[in-house]
């Protein structure tokens, strides 16, 4: 049995080669692929990474992205390149603990899960990433029909056929859990540990966190349509009421001055109602827009293959990977170990 583990890597300098040389300690080198992708770095990530791929020859694939597409699309990019039989997905941060992979892989392969979310007794995140994680969580159980209690955790572990499943997706807005969801429910969970951040900060924003949680809002449920036409609806319903009162007010009160400021006050109302409508319509116009005009989901400026050594260079300039079976510009699939040449021992 073989196995991949996919790290994007943004900022990452400081801690990606201690993550790697503690993994490749922790699992060993047999049957054991790192994909790392460096997404849009303005650090010294990249010549870090290549270190790591002539440190490692053999075990080691490194995409260098064009830009910054964010979390989900270089994951994406790595799930193409993964080719073990189980595919851990982990952060660059050292906040998930290396030890922790051959358990997370054990317990999908004893359990024969498609997937395995970890769960931790206490997260180390800073507050505004809870908060988010936590808002976040919320519409998952709402929009995706997330099974109760489950965490959705960056840090997993997914067999062949789910990552096959989720790599036909090729629009420009992946949500890696949004689409494991949409092909599964044989989903597992481990309790792990999280240690605290011992360099740098978090690099999500609220900007990020934002886009994140309109990707699972718009891309994976029809439900902001629905919601809008029911707020619609109960608008018109409001405005019929208001209609009736302020009739039976006249009949009995005749005195009584029409009101500026409701009048002011339902205007506002119902013009809001209606700029939420569009807004929502225009997001999805604007998404299909962009799917359609194939926007690509990321494009690989680089790719260092895992070879033997001197380690080998394939550029793939201006290639846009948007499907599956689309394969870029100068790849060597022989430089790749197949999975019939790697055991990997202890995970039987």
Known sequence: MTCSIVIPVYNGAETIGPLVGRLVQEM???????????????????????????????????????????????????????????????????????????????????????????????????????????????????LLDKPKGLYLSSFKCMNRFTVREVIRYSGPYPYIDGLILRCTRNIGTITVRHDPRQVGRSNYTLRKLVALWLNS???????????????????????????????????????????????????????????VMLGILGEYLGRLYLSQNQTPQFVTRDEFVEASPPCTTQTASGFSRTSASSSPVGWDSSAVISPSEWSLSGLE
């Open 28 to 142: 060993g080198r047999d049957g054991l692929q790192i994909v790392l992708v460096n997404d849009g770095s303005a650090d010294g990530s990249d010549g870090v990474c290549r270190s790591l791929c002539r440190q490692y020859p053999g075990h080691l694939v490194y995409l260098r992205l064009s830009k910054n597409f964010g979390e989900h699309n270089a994951v994406m990019a790595g799930l193409h390149r993964a080719s073990g039989d189980h595919v851990v997905v982990m952060d660059d941060d050292f906040q998930n603990p290396p030890e922790e992979v051959r358990r997370l892989v054990d317990h999908a392969a004893r359990n024969d899960y498609d997937v395995v979310y970890t769960r931790y007794d206490r997260k180390h995140h800073h507050w505004f990433r809870n908060l988010g994680s936590r808002f976040n969580d919320a519409v998952a159980s709402l």
């Open 217 to 275: 809002f718009i891309n994976f449920s029809v439900l902001p349509l629905r919601a809008s036409t029911v707020a619609g609806f109960a608008a018109s319903v409001v405005g019929i009421l208001l209609g009736v009162s302020v009739l039976a007010e006249r009949f009995t009160r005749p005195d009584t001055p029409l009101g500026w400021a409701s009048l002011q006050v339902s205007l506002l109302t119902f013009s809001g109602v209606q700029l």
